[in-house]
């Protein structure tokens, strides 16, 4: 019951080559947090109900609690570990942090890992595209108005634009 | 000192934002330790019934299986309120709810945990179950608890403040109305986890996600029989609490005495169905009310009477029951009123306090009543309103002290901002607007547990190199309470939110403070800070005065020096004014605590009620109703929110937002649903099927912010975590019948129920749907209590019903 | 944390493959595309599969070619495929699955043969114990109506009502060879036996009728814009002879334990414009037959009366779109 043995795997983590070994009914979201100690990827359900899982896998958004372990061999994983660059925040992190965007925190990777994606592909989203690119992730604090905020401030700065909150956001009327 | 505000009011970031962002923040459930073990809890599949035998002997034996309990293991019973101790972090001879925990396992893996559970054998003996409030009032026996009231009443109450039947007979008008709110949960996204250490010098260490360490400690030394000196209790950040976290838990007794039986780390995360049978979330609330009103629609009395189903524990549900009765005053003025509350057991996960604590259900209530009562009288609900306002500085019926009172300013801001005047019944056939106001407390006057010591703590360090600690017993749960006490710090200090380090939640390391609910963190743990700062500031001031020579008074503290305010060049940096008074005093550190000042009320349940200050919420809602399906949708609502003064104006935002959304997802879709006929299981405890808006749902949310600076407040600051949820769902209901002129008195407000109403409706009956009846519940003889303008003090002149027995079970 | 039971998984990379290690592992061993169905139903003991072969290292089963799509696409591949009216209902109904996320992951085949759905049974094995399980899953008794024989589980795919409605063949391969099946003989109405396909076949593609003047939609009733199965989906197809319908089909899905057609509807509409008369009669009819059962969200009256309503949108709205210029998608 507790002996099973372990599958070793390789796969690029944030753009590190990683050998890891693990039981093999393992998911990706158990062999992140579990055996590679990146504890930034959260699970709000482990049965794709919430989002709260997300990771890029080969730079799509999936959910971690839904994919094996095992189907990650020779496979690139993108977590929120892997934003920040030289101990810079990523963009998106920066407008997450001013806006207010992240309150708790838990659903916060999850939610920029799937706006990074959103801008990868599309680097000026409207409000509804952001929505619908949101639709699969679940926050109960925000009620995401700060989330689309900080998408598309963060979308603007990206693009080059010197962009700045706007007062209402962070004054209210 | 009356120095330009640098930090306050500002929309800084948060001091845990980067640690947020980057996913470093750690949870409970991302703590690992060597030789940790797992551990997994069994629990009832019965609804009601004795627990004839346990056997736990095939699990023990399995392989990686190190420890197994059950309720035997675990005698003493706890609860959040004194007057409640009727939880056993196992059930010991009867289980009261299918996802009541019987026995715990520890393994090496949470597999092995698991297959363990699966081999425990409970033997149960059925008993009848009590599906909901109405049959605990029609079915006294099998009682749930051998306490309470009276047969499944847990708590029966009935206070009369004035003469209120005589009050309504004075109105020109005479108004009853029958609501009922749906329970909702919490659901916040961090499923509930904790671990246990417990180490050979006989100290247990807890890592949990609790809005309430200092409660937790209290329950593991008493449950655990472990001097509280020995216990530590770490909150971890939650990741999200709304009042879900905020009991002590079965499984958090559990790990700890797992870890102390096995002297090796102990781990449980709940799965997400675990969550919806912790729940404590919001009681099931049946309403009755009958108001008299002038023409000018003053109101001449009230009589106010609730039906709560709580599940099948106390819990906070004492408070929560006094609490559908005590705001009703708040907002408009009522010179006298009666209120009749009771609460049932029922065979049903736990109901406590969900964000607006017992205050939701009445307030959707009244505000659709008095939405009713403003057309009978041809009046604009948002005039009527206005024109009976409770005033600032004030005494209610109830003997709430009111102070700073913006609720006028609130509903001016919406009723402009949503073009309300060119709106409310002249849009077309569908489309609609509602208003509803609110008002919630900064925190309870007293206490959970009776004692006369502050409710909150603070202690200050200041280091030789500029840096600050500030040490407090408050809970970070993504509202933002370790950077309020940062920026009250910064602010009297004159540095830089960031240079200070905020040391949260541990009650080794920290001061008590009593937790993260009743939105009383920013007012209490703020005024602690705020005193302790102000003493550190003045023992700066003095050394720092003596070196340059100048009156104390005349110091300045800002951008991290302490200079001469007519000579801005003479002066320090901040680092060397600690210097300087260390050198002279020795390490400095300061303290300071908050306690509220006393109640107005002195009768029995007068706890309930008071607070320091109060917010207020005015909010418009438009909808969009589709006539075919009853399907409504919210795109837009307008929010005003008297803060008082915003410490930090984006977080204040953050939380007017939040709790739209969440005051959507109750008046519209979320329910916590039961079989009654199917074993009273819960219908559907997982994120697919309990209704949770996405991004798809939210509407656009226009936020104003008042801000009328309450003096209890620091800095004027008032709540905002909770109050402007209250609005929203009886604006959603008003809204609704502008749009179709039926009226859904009933949360949420689902299609079926819409499109019920709007049948019959088309068939000439009154397009409504909701209760239509109150159940006979035996009320006690009333407290009467004579209001002020009676010349009462606030003690009650009728004793009541005597004084209820401490019955406690075991 | 809800955890994965201990299985083998396996890994093809061709069909021959693929039936080569399912006849090896026996009955024990079900075949995964996307996992988002099996992962949380072998998380909950629904299904419990000692081996797991995965479809998607599998080219063949991956191919797009003009009318045949690959059963192991993903249904954001299959949404990303610029709109023909071939494919327009097809899309939005795969658009309509679940969340962004889960449609990154979740495939064409998947989608189709998606497990039947009821929240007796769509619980962890703890709850299902304390309702001593259910007739689907180790018990005896179909709690949704408990003197019934059969198992009412819902079908709850989105796509599989359009493939039904506008007449699609699904290509098998299995140890015995290859078939083609009609989306419609694909399906049974049993909550347990709910295809046709054998567990040891593999949903291969799927190829949609050439184009020849017909035109579908889809439209999906669930209470939130995302994650929600429906509770009722109507697909609608029609065969125009200019302006007069030649031939129609109504599908109702999330009201049986497959996609209902109800070809009483699609007599109402046949040799006549579509006017508001003939669109009132059909929905009618599509109303009739429409049973929903108490194990979803929602009301099952009003769910039924909803059947009504969504089958005239839908023809609403292929009559707008053949009478408005330009909006020839």
């Known amino acids: 019951m507790t002996s099973e043995s372990k599958v070793k795997i390789a796969l690029a983590v944030n753009g590190e080559p990683t050998e890891i070994a693990f039981a093999p009914h393992k998911t990706l979201l158990e062999v992140l947090r579990e055996d590679l100690g990146l504890t930034g990827t959260k699970h709000g359900c482990e049965l794709g109900e919430c989002g709260t899982c997300t990771v890029l896998l080969d730079g799509t958004p999936v959910l971690s609690c839904l994919v094996l372990g095992l189907a990650c061999a020779g496979r690139t994983v993108r977590t929120v570990e892997g934003m920040a660059q030289g101990g810079k925040l990523h963009p998106l992190q920066d407008t997450f942090a001013d806006l207010g965007a992240a309150q708790c925190g838990y659903c916060t990777p999850a939610f920029l890992l799937a706006a990074e994606a959103l801008l990868a592909a599309n680097p000026k989203p409207t409000r509804e595209e952001i929505k619908d690119a949101l639709a699969g992730n679940l926050c109960r604090c925000t009620g995401y108005i700060k989330i689309y905020e900080a998408v598309e401030l963060a979308a603007a700065r990206m693009r080059g634009e010197k962009a700045e909150p706007t007062t209402e956001s962070l004054y209210g009327r | ?810 | ?329």
């Not at chain 2, 074993?679 to 949310?701: A, F, G, R």
């Not at chain 2, 519940?777 to 009541?800: F, L, Y």
């Not at chain 3, 009819?285 to 009003?302: H, Q, V």
Request: charged share 20%; with cysteine.
């Open chain 2, 1 to 810: 000192m009356a120095d330009k505000r640098r930090v306050i009011g500002k929309a800084l970031r948060k001091v845990d934002a980067a640690a947020k962002v980057t996913g470093a923040t750690k949870f409970a459930d991302d703590l690992a330790f060597p030789r940790m073990l797992f551990c997994k809890l069994l629990r009832s599949t019965q609804p009601h019934a004795r627990i004839v035998s346990i056997d736990t002997s095939a699990a023990a034996k399995l392989d990686g299986v190190q420890a197994v309990l059950v309720g035997q293991d675990l005698p003493i019973p706890f609860g959040i309120l004194p007057v409640s101790q009727d939880e056993h972090a196992l059930c010991i001879d009867k289980a009261r709810f299918i996802g009541d925990p019987v026995a715990a396992v520890a393994a090496l893996t949470e597999e092995a945990a698991t297959a363990a559970t699966d081999l425990i054998r409970v033997d149960y003996e059925p008993l009848k179950s009590i599906a909901s409030a109405e049959e605990a009032v029609e079915h006294p026996e099998p009682r749930i608890h051998d306490y309470g009231d009276r047969g499944n009443f847990h708590k029966l109450i009935d206070l009369e403040f004035g003469d209120a039947n005589a009050g309504i007979a004075e109105g020109d008008m005479v108004r009853e109305d029958l609501f009922f709110f749906e329970g909702s949960t919490h659901l916040p996204m961090e499923q509930h986890a904790a671990v246990a250490m417990w180490s050979p010098d006989q100290k247990l260490t807890l890592w949990t996600s609790t809005q309430t360490p200092h409660y937790v400690h209290r329950a593991l030394a008493k449950v655990l029989e472990l001097p509280a000196a020995r216990i530590r209790v770490i909150a971890t950040p939650n990741g999200g609490g709304f009042g879900g976290k905020s009991d002590p838990f079965n499984h958090e007794i559990a790990v700890a005495k797992l870890a102390m039986i096995t002297g090796r780390p102990v781990k449980i995360t709940l799965t997400r169905e675990e969550v919806f049978y912790c729940h404590r979330g919001r009681h099931p609330t049946l309403m009755w009310v009958r108001t008299g009103v002038k023409k000018d629609g003053a109101i001449t009395g009230m009589h106010f009477r609730s039906l709560l189903d709580g599940g099948a524990y106390g819990s906070y549900g004492v408070a929560s029951t006094y609490y559908t009765g005590a705001l009703q005053t708040v907002t408009y003025h009522i010179p006298c009123y009666h209120f009749q509350g009771a609460r049932a057991f029922t065979n049903k996960a736990p109901c406590g306090p969900k964000r607006g604590h017992g205050t939701p259900q009445p307030r959707f209530a009244l505000e659709v009543h008095i939405d009713k009562i403003a057309e009978q009288l041809g009046i604009d609900p948002a005039e009527l309103r206005l024109k009976t306002l409770v005033p600032a500085n004030s005494l209610t019926a109830n003997y709430l002290r009111v102070g700073s009172m913006g609720l006028g300013k609130c509903i001016a801001k919406v009723v402009e901002g949503s073009g309300w005047k060119q709106k409310f019944r002249k849009l077309p056939r569908g489309r609609g607007v509602g208003l509803a106001c609110s008002s919630y407390i900064s925190g309870a006057g007293l206490p959970i547990y009776w004692n006369n010591m502050p409710h909150s703590g603070v202690q200050l360090k200041c280091d030789r190199g500029g840096g600050v600690t500030v040490f407090c017993g408050s809970t970070e749960i993504g509202q933002g309470s370790d950077s309020i006490l940062a920026y009250i710090v910064a602010e009297v200090l004159g540095i830089d939110p960031f240079d200070i380090a905020v040391v949260t939640g541990d009650t080794d390391l920290t001061p008590v403070d009593l937790g993260s609910y009743s939105s009383r963190v920013t007012l209490m743990s703020g005024n602690a800070a705020l005193q302790a700062a102000e003493r550190a500031r003045q023992i700066l001031a003095v050394h720092a005065a003596k070196k340059l020579e100048i009156p104390v008074d005349r110091l300045s503290f800002a951008e991290r020096r302490v200079y001469d305010a007519k000579d801005p060049k003479r002066g320090m940096s901040f680092a060397e004014a600690v210097q300087s008074a260390e050198a002279a005093e020795g390490t400095i550190g300061t303290v300071g605590s908050y306690t509220p000042p006393m109640s107005a009320g002195k009768y029995r349940g007068a706890g309930v009620g008071p607070s320091p200050a109060y917010s207020y919420s005015a909010c418009v809602a438009a909808v969009d109703v589709d006539p075919e399906t009853g399907i409504v949708r919210v795109p837009t609502i307008w929010i005003a929110h008297d803060v008082g003064r915003s410490i930090n104006s984006a977080a204040v935002i953050g939380q007017v937002e939040g709790s739209i959304y969440m005051g959507l997802g109750e008046a519209l879709m979320e329910e916590m649903a039961y079989r009654g006929n199917r074993n009273v299981v819960h219908k559907i405890p997982s994120l697919l099927e309990y209704k949770s808006p996405t991004t798809l749902e939210m509407c656009d949310v226009i936020t104003y912010l008042v801000e009328d600076p309450d003096p209890n407040g620091p800095f004027g600051a008032k709540e905002v975590g909770q109050g402007p949820l209250l609005p929203v769902m009886p604006a959603v209901a008003n809204a609704v019948y502008d749009a179709v002129g039926v009226r859904i008195d009933e949360v949420p407000i689902t299609p079926e129920k819409v499109l019920k109403a709007l049948r019959k409706k088309q068939k000439g009956e009154p397009g409504r749907h909701g209760p239509e009846s109150f159940p006979d519940i035996p009320w006690p003889e009333p407290m009467r209590v004579p209001t002020p303008w009676e010349g009462g003090d606030g003690k009650a002149v009728s004793p009541g019903r005597p004084a209820i027995t401490a019955e406690r079970p075991h």
């Open chain 3, 1 to 329: 944390m809800l955890r994965l039971p201990f299985f083998t998984y396996l890994e093809p990379k061709s069909l021959a493959d693929a039936l080569r290690m399912k006849a090896d592992a026996g009955p024990d061993a079900m075949f995964v595309a996307g996992g988002t169905d099996l992962y949380p139903n072998m998380k909950r003991r629904h299904q419990e599969p000692k081996t797991v072969i995965s479809l998607m290292g599998i080219p063949e089963l991956r191919r797009v070619e003009s009318t045949t799509l690959g059963a192991c696409l993903t249904l954001s591949e299959l949404t990303a495929r610029p709109p023909d009216r071939l494919t327009a209902a097809v899309s939005t109904a795969a658009r309509l699955v679940s969340t962004p996320l889960l449609r990154n992951m979740g495939t064409l085949g998947g989608n189709l043969c998606l497990d039947t759905r009821c929240n007796y049974y769509n619980q962890t094995y703890e709850w299902r114990k304390s309702i001593d399980f259910c007739m689907k899953k180790d018990g005896h008794i179909c709690w949704v109506a408990p003197s019934s024989p059969r198992c009412w589980a819902v079908s709850s795919s989105d796509v599989a009502p359009v493939m039904v409605a506008i007449g699609a063949e699904y290509r098998l391969l299995g140890p015995q060879g290859e078939r083609v099946v009609p989306a419609g003989r694909f399906y049974h109405n049993d909550g347990i036996n709910y295809l046709t396909k054998q567990p040891d076949e593999i949903l291969v593609d799927v190829r949609i009728p050439k184009p020849n003047g017909w035109d579908a939609v889809y439209h999906k009733l669930r209470r939130r814009g995302s994650f929600d199965f429906p509770v009722l989906g109507v697909a609608v197809w029609i065969q125009w002879n200019r302006k007069t319908v030649a031939d129609a089909r109504i599908v109702l899905g999330g009201v049986a334990s497959y996609p209902q057609e109800v070809p009483e509807a699609g007599t109402a509409l046949r040799g006549g414009a579509l006017s508001d008369e003939s669109i009132a009669a059909a929905a009618e009819e599509a109303y009739r037959p429409s049973k929903p059962m108490d194990n979803t969200d929602f009301d099952l009256s009003w769910r039924k009366q909803m059947t009504r309503v969504y089958v005239s949108r839908a023809l609403q709205q292929l009559r707008d779109r053949r009478t408005t210029p330009g909006l020839d998608v």
